[in-house]
């Protein structure tokens, strides 16, 4: 099973709070490694995106801005991280990852990224810690190069794929669908091609429930050819963000349901990892770990 992990992170010009929730990229290989889900053979370290490959999703002017670090005191904050060219850097990385993970994917099943999940970010701006659209960058290079021609984004991160939603609005190669926290950031959503907002507080049994009456229909309608997976593990209750109530069985149960829909329909699935912010970054990285060990058990 082909991991995509990206080992050019550089946290020291970082403020502590958003350094912790970062650290989870470097512990989940070695948590991996250390329960033998992976071999070291297994990683992969993409190289950084092209320039033309950046450019069939975001905008000139917004990628000539993140190479000068010409970005406004507003554009900064809205991305959510102080500027740095290591987070630039970092993000070509990671986005060509979930694409080099779409590739292996549809060549052995699932791949995963240890990163990624950087829904966000607009074409033409970064947005709440996303800097590049991995998903979208990956999907535009895919749909170019006529690897694929229809492809599905489940999105299960706590907060809705806003950016994804943006870019594909009119492009019916792409399919997005999110699930998400109805009252949860961001305040103004974007209309995916199919929204399913759950309430605050929603426990496993309620969302598990929710997830299975829509997403196999929902496949069965677009017939992809690949399925990009966003597993952010910010759906737990011990996120500081999420505002739900699922708890890590819960979590795995959702990656089972969509690691096994997809494995029945013989649909090749690449998975970034999305958001987390539980209190105890053991909690993030557990929960994270159990998506590569599900993805294992049921592909190989």
Not at 169 to 180: A, G, K, L, N
Not at 182 to 208: F, M, R, T
Not at 282 to 296: E, P, W
Request: hydrophobic fraction near 35%; charged fraction near 25%.
């Amino acid at each position: 099973m082909k991991v995509a992990f990206s080992p050019v992170y550089t946290y020291q010009h970082l403020p502590d709070g958003h350094r912790f929730p970062m650290e989870k990229y470097d512990l989940i290989p070695i948590q991996l490694l250390r329960e033998g889900i992976v071999e070291q053979g297994d990683f992969f370290h993409p190289e950084a995106l092209s320039e033309a490959q950046i450019l069939r999703t975001h905008t000139k002017e917004y990628w000539k801005k993140l190479k000068a670090g010409d970005l406004s005191r507003h554009e900064i904050r809205a991305m959510g991280f102080p500027y740095h060219p290591s987070l630039i850097q970092r993000g070509r990385h990671i986005a060509n990852g979930s694409l080099e993970c779409a590739r292996h994917a549809i060549r052995d099943g699932v791949s995963l990224n240890v990163a990624g999940g950087t829904h966000h970010s607009y074409a033409d701006r970064g947005e709440g810690f996303c800097v590049f659209n991995d998903f979208a960058i990956a999907s535009n290079e895919l749909l170019h190069n006529k690897e694929v021609d229809q492809i599905m984004i489940v999105d299960l991160d706590v907060h809705q794929g806003n950016g994804t939603a943006k870019i594909f609005e009119h492009d019916s190669r792409v399919f997005t669908f999110s699930m998400h926290g109805a009252k949860n950031y961001p305040l103004k959503k974007e209309k995916s091609d199919y929204d399913l907002g759950v309430a605050d507080g929603i426990e496993d049994d309620e969302y598990l429930k929710k997830l299975a009456a829509v997403l196999p229909e929902l496949i069965e309608q677009v017939q992809p050819d690949l399925i990009f997976y966003l597993s952010g593990v910010d759906v737990l209750k011990s996120d500081k963000l999420g505002r739900l109530s699922m708890t890590k069985e819960g979590c795995l149960k959702r990656d089972q349901f969509v690691f096994q829909t997809c494995y029945n329909k013989g649909i090749p699935v690449a998975t970034s990892m999305g958001g987390g912010y539980s209190i105890k970054l053991a909690d993030i990285v557990d929960a994270h770990v159990n998506t590569f060990r599900t993805a294992k058990s049921i592909f190989f």
